[in-house]
């Protein structure tokens, strides 16, 4: 497939800081006055970074500052040390691209939050104190706005409005936007629905920030609160710019017929109904019958999951959403034969996505001319389109065939062994003093409570993520079954006690609806869940809320949040990357440590559909683990082999003996002709 993404980068034609770097490290401050206007703002956006810094001469500078005491040059020249420590450590697993300034607030905020200050061996506290130096070298060079905490003081139409707030919360969650609009110049009567991602560029390019993202969702929020509840706010409504990125369309906006037809399939999907095109007999046997697969490869008897309707719902909208941008009207869809016929309908998908896949990956140095990327979201909807077609529009063989075609050519390489980014991670979690600090972590955050003085609640959410992180430990289960645990129809308790013994899942609820899980728990992790029932879930769940980890409407955590904050928190104690999947590696990875080419238990254990799967991903896991062994039963062998060894060397020793007794032959006569 020929791929030809529009880009349209952004040129900077601005020119540099008269003086260069030179200049802009004499000028002490060094940074404009507010006075310029929202265009003086602008225009430094583009002009403020077109100097690279040097770091020699940022550590030069600094020695040179002497309006700043010594102790606090002595202070921000160890932070700009402990900074530069933190880019590298992050560039070794991410190089940074050619050409980029790497002290630019821009790339900064890239690499700074990329791991948590326990990843660099630094606490909370002093993370802070680096960050808050690093600001105020930055802004001495130029490079940074001065706009820190307590160092501008809003204008006073803007104060009147951020003192009529009424909570500290709704203060503290606009303040900063109604700061940038006071640099700016900006009145309330002025204001313009483009300065909210005006704003969020200032935020990237001219300051160090964690997680902008957050913090423009929190000013929209918090503006459009203000909006309907403080007289005199601005009228204005401000959207979050580019906080997602829309490519699909809809099934509600299209026609009728075109929802019914999509409903019908979906509830097709089934294994439930009899109406599933899986168990169409009559379609398998024409499939069949052309050749294009066998029997077995096109039935499919189970249901699929939930979560796999919603896949293929948004999938539908992905391709909807493609068609529609090569210009078919919406109104001509009268079901999902339209998105496989004619021929040329399929490939405009899969050009589309792989179009956009491309732009937003970029050229790198490492591709090589003429790649063309792929990845397992394409390739899914390749194989939605090769659904579509063989059992729901029950197309002729020779256009089944070309959607096959373009299927295998979109679909990513087999993966044949676990691949390097989740390897790393594994080997990083697997050193022993991480290992330790895992394995104890539940349990320190239990015992550590009463010392940290948190409200109730805050202490029940920390019991609630030490008792899924110990769950996790004990049982390799997948995100969705372990945030879905139900306190009566999954966890087995003593009937004598009540207390929790272990827990038993269905098949129906598991990803691949084949086995239970069954599982016994330990004392320590039967005594864990014994008292957060007890003192902690009371305070988290709602009325008839009966999870194990509860949210709202009588329903689970939600799952991403959940694991992604559980992450978050693993990540700030242990100093290394976590996710709730990385722990069944970790797991696969203790067992074949024992026994290498345990690859079947490791199945059972991981609730894998066969060992194939297991040993796709985790073959090559314990290779270390197996050279070892070798290792050993080599220098068994040599024990072993000690007294063999022994008569070996006195039969030699024998055999040496008897040739230096053999008298010598005497020298035959030379036949040399005489000359």
């Keep these: 497939m020929s791929i030809t993404p529009a880009i349209n980068p952004s040129k900077n034609d601005s020119e540099p800081p008269a003086g260069g770097l030179t200049a802009s490290l004499n000028l002490g401050t060094g940074f404009r006055p507010a006075a310029a ?22 550590k030069v500078a600094i020695g040179t500052w002497a309006d700043v005491p010594a102790s606090r040059r002595r202070n921000w020249a160890s932070a700009f040390a402990t900074a530069e420590r933190i880019i590298r450590r ?45 600001r105020q070298i930055l802004i001495r060079l130029g490079h940074h706005a001065d706009a820190g905490p307590r160092r501008n003081v809003l204008a006073p139409e803007w104060s009147a409005l951020h003192a009529a707030l009424p909570t500290h919360e709704r203060r503290i969650g606009i303040v900063r936007f109604l700061r940038f609009l006071t640099l700016a110049v900006i009145e309330p009567d002025a204001v313009t629905a483009e300065l909210l991602e005006r704003f969020e560029t200032w935020l990237r390019t001219e300051t160090l920030t964690e997680n902008i993202p957050a913090i423009i969702r929190r000013t929209a929020s918090n503006w459009l609160w203000a909006r309907q509840n403080v007289p005199g706010w601005p009228e ?144 899914g909807i390749s194989g939605l389109l090769r659904i579509i077609a063989v059992y729901h529009a029950r197309l002729p063989e020779d256009e089944i065939m070309t959607i096959l075609d373009l299927r295998a050519a979109v679909r990513p390489p087999a993966q044949g062994e676990m691949n390097e980014s989740v390897a790393r991670k594994l080997r990083a979690l697997n050193n022993p003093d991480v290992t330790a600090a895992l394995l104890y972590l539940p349990e320190s955050w239990i015992s550590r409570l009463p010392e940290l003085g948190l409200d109730p609640y805050r202490a029940a959410l920390q019991a609630m993520y030490a008792v899924a992180l110990e769950i996790a430990l004990a049982v390799p289960l997948r995100r969705r079954n372990l945030i879905g645990l139900h306190c009566d129809r999954h966890l087995v308790r003593d009937r004598q006690t009540g207390r929790v013994t272990g827990l038993d899942i269905p098949a129906a609820a598991t990803k691949t609806r084949r086995r239970g899980i069954v599982w016994e728990f330990s004392p320590r992790l039967t005594g864990m869940i014994d008292r957060f029932e007890r003192e902690f879930l009371p305070i988290l769940a709602g009325a008839n809320n009966r999870f194990l980890f509860p949210g709202l409407d009588g329903k689970p955590r939600e799952k991403g949040e959940f694991a992604n904050e559980l992450a978050k928190r693993v990540e700030q104690e242990i100093g290394v990357d976590f996710n709730l999947h990385l722990v069944r590696h970790l797991t696969a990875y203790r067992i074949l440590k024992r026994q290498p080419g345990a690859y079947e238990l490791v199945s059972r254990v991981l609730g894998h559909a066969s060992p194939k799967t297991t040993m796709q991903y985790y073959c090559g896991l314990e290779m270390i683990f197996a050279v070892r062994e070798a290792a050993r039963l080599l ?19 024998r055999l040496r003996s008897r040739r230096r007794q053999t008298p010598t032959s005497p020298v035959a006569p030379s036949r040399e002709p005489q000359r």
């Design 90 to 134: 992050v560039e070794a697993e991410r190089p940074p691209p050619a050409g980029i300034d790497c002290w630019s607030c821009n790339y900064l905020n890239t690499v700074l939050w990329v791991k948590p200050p326990a990843f660099h061996d630094l606490n909370n506290s002093n993370f802070t104190n680096i960050i808050s130096a690093l």
């Design 37 to 58: 206007g929202f265009a003086g703002v602008a225009d430094a956006v583009q002009t403020l970074q077109t100097v690279s810094l040097d770091i020699a001469a940022i």
């Design 635 to 653: 220098e068994l062998d040599r024990v072993e082999s000690r007294p063999s060894l022994a008569r070996a060397v006195a039969a030699q020793q």
């Design 236 to 379: 204005v409504e401000l959207r979050r710019p580019r906080m997602r990125d829309h490519y699909t369309v809809p099934i509600e906006q299209m026609p009728t017929i075109f929802q019914a037809d999509v409903e019908n399939f979906l509830k097709g999907l089934k294994g439930t109904d009899r109406s599933n095109p899986f168990r169409n007999e009559a379609v398998i046997r024409a499939a069949t019958g052309n050749g294009i697969g066998n029997a077995q490869s096109f039935r499919r008897s189970r249901a699929v999951s939930p979560e796999t309707i919603v896949y293929r719902r948004m999938q539908i909208r992905a391709a909807v959403a493609a068609l529609i941008d090569t210009g078919i009207p919406r109104e001509s869809f009268t079901g999902l034969r339209d998105l496989v016929t004619p021929p040329e309908r399929p490939k405009a998908i899969l050009q589309f996505h792989l179009d956009r896949l491309k732009i937003r990956l970029g050229t790198l140095p490492d591709h090589p001319e003429g790649w063309e990327p792929t990845s397992t979201h394409v390739a």
